[in-house]
């Protein structure tokens, strides 16, 4: 199955650490991607890690996969205002498709 | 990065009728992609958009009704033919670039009201 999954809502502090997390059925995926979208904006590629990394750290974003349970998460350090936003993770599998989890909406209260 | 162009970047459209969106990159890519996001849903993708031959479909998704042109490595476009108000959307270019593949860019998308 292509189903990918995340909790609906997420409301943190700024300045506190923000966890996005994310599971996922295909074990084909090759690439895990964490994309970011603001209310009425395209969508922003943050971040990928490749499905033989277990952890990927970008600035305030650390990223980690754990392929055995087909979890991925996304660590967000310090999480400001503009921060606020809904968090797509996807994967890509065979044929290079890339499939969309359900999103995430993060709301960071000041 | 690629940057990628959509037009229009929104339309209002009657029932039962086409219109066609088209999608540009500033640079060649390998993969091209489009993807539909109904409101307040995450993104489906609708089919691969294939360099000279006919676009991949997914499962639900047809050529009649969502006909795809790719005639070179930078442009692609898309019809929603016969529109009813379920088409109202936003629809999304996306392309995987030839000097990184792994990653995966957005256009800006196409936001669609069927009335």
């Known amino acids: 199955g292509e189903d990918v999954e995340q909790s609906l809502f997420l409301s943190v502090r700024e300045g506190d650490s923000s966890v996005i997390n994310c599971t996922y059925t295909?074990?084909?995926?090759?690439?895990l991607y964490w994309y970011k979208q603001e209310p009425g904006a395209g969508l922003q590629l943050l971040t990928y890690?490749?499905?033989?990394?277990d952890m990927k750290q970008d600035q305030r974003l650390t990223v980690l996969l754990n392929k055995k349970d087909k979890h991925l998460s996304l660590r967000i350090a310090d999480t400001q205002t503009g921060d606020s936003a809904i968090y797509f993770c996807?994967?890509?599998?065979?044929?290079?498709?890339?499939?969309f989890g359900t999103g995430t909406k993060l709301q960071v209260i000041p | 990065s690629a940057v990628i162009s959509q037009k229009p970047s929104r339309d209002i459209c009657q029932r039962g009728t086409s219109l066609t969106i088209q999608c540009q990159v500033d640079?060649?890519?390998?993969?091209m992609f489009w993807y539909r996001q109904q409101p307040g849903q995450s993104l489906t993708l609708i089919a691969t958009?294939?360099?000279?031959?006919?676009?991949?479909?997914e499962s639900g998704f047809v050529i009649d009704k969502f006909p795809i042109s790719r005639p070179n490595l930078t442009f692609s476009t898309l019809t929603v033919s016969n529109m009813s108000p379920e088409d109202s959307s936003i629809y999304l270019c996306?392309?995987?670039?030839?000097?990184?593949?792994?990653?995966?860019?957005f256009g800006p998308g196409t936001r669609l009201t069927v009335l």
């Open positions: 996807a994967h890509r599998g065979g044929y290079q498709k890339v499939t």
């Open positions: 958009a294939n360099q000279g031959s006919e676009a991949t479909y």
């Open positions: 996306s392309v995987v670039g030839l000097a990184d593949n792994n990653e995966q860019f």
């Open positions: 295909d074990s084909s995926s090759t690439y």
């Open positions: 890690i490749f499905s033989n990394m």
């Open positions: 640079s060649q890519v390998t993969m």
